[in-house]
């Protein structure tokens, strides 16, 4: 066993970033590494130390954490990523390490939204009206089960270009989400938007969509989350930072 404790946080949400950092802080006797799978180019220097790349499956991870020596694994990941949720959970199994999630809750409708909840990306594109215009905010890997659907136009948004090409007639936006409700206003009305289709995803940085659809009246299908396994979890840094605190 090393001298110090590592700590590896699986990155790729920004409450993953603001964890690493205030670990980083309160302890300033850990090896704290923030994990990405580096899908997206321009990652943000968060001043933690930083690995880029999978581990190749649940066996590579498991691997990882017995070479470096890492006592506490992190799974800070979006709640879509869910195959690298369940590597973290074999791998941390395999390896004998603690495992922890930080698992940000679900968004929940309030009395003027208009939101139909479907399980999966295929009942979301199987229900959209022939002819719709729509905001696919789905990402990158899932635009693909809406490529059959020519029939409507959609407006997508995505930080790096998707790997098929889109129809001609939709519309590209190479961009993270909108942090004001006002752009997010704008962004509808230009394009007359009549449905959003979104993952639930909580937290506040892909919210402002929401805010803007409730004062346009605009519906959204959302998808619900996949199953993850069940772990020890936490809903903020904070409370991740405090269960940290006990542990070590
Ligand atoms: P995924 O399907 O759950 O994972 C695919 C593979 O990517 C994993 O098997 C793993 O490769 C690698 N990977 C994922 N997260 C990693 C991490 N933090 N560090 C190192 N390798 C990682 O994941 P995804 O849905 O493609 O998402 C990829 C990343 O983008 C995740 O980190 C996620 O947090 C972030 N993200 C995802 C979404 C979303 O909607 N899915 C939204 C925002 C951000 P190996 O098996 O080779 O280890």
């Known amino acids: ?4 404790t590592h700590i590896l946080i699986l990155a790729g949400t920004f409450e993953a ?6 670990a980083c802080a309160a ?3 850990v090896t704290v590494v923030l994990s990405f799978a580096g899908v997206v180019s321009d990652l943000p220097d968060t001043g933690v130390p930083t690995r880029i790349g999978g581990f190749g499956g649940a ?5 990882y954490l017995k070479n470096h020596e890492t006592r506490i694994l992190i799974d ?4 879509f990523a869910s195959q690298m949720s369940w590597n973290a ?3 941390a199994k395999q390896a004998d390490v603690a495992l922890m999630r930080l698992d940000r809750p679900p968004w929940a409708p309030g009395p003027e939204d208009n939101w139909t ?3 999966d990306m295929a009942s979301a594109a199987a229900g959209l009206d022939t002819g719709s215009r729509v905001f696919l905010a789905v990402g990158r890997k899932e635009i693909s089960t809406f490529l059959d659907r020519i029939d409507l136009f959609a407006l997508t948004r995505m930080i790096e270009p998707p790997a098929d090409p889109l129809p001609d007639h939709w519309r590209l936006e190479l961009a993270r989400p909108a942090q004001s409700m006002e752009a997010e206003r704008a962004l509808l009305t230009t394009h007359r938007i009549e449905r959003i289709v979104c993952k639930n995803s909580g937290g506040t940085r892909s919210f402002a969509k929401l805010a803007a659809a409730r004062a346009l009246g605009v519906p959204v299908t959302m998808i619900e989350r996949p199953a993850l396994p069940r772990v020890l979890a936490a809903e903020t840094p904070e409370h991740i930072l405090r269960q940290l605190a006990h542990y070590l």
């Open 117 to 119: 909840f479907v399980p």
């Open 76 to 79: 800070a990941t979006h709640p």
């Open 59 to 63: 066996d590579g991870l498991a691997r």
């Open 17 to 22: 970033r603001l964890l690493a950092k205030a």
């Open 27 to 29: 302890f300033p006797d």
């Open 1 to 4: 066993m090393t001298e110090r």
């Open 89 to 91: 959970y074999h791998a």
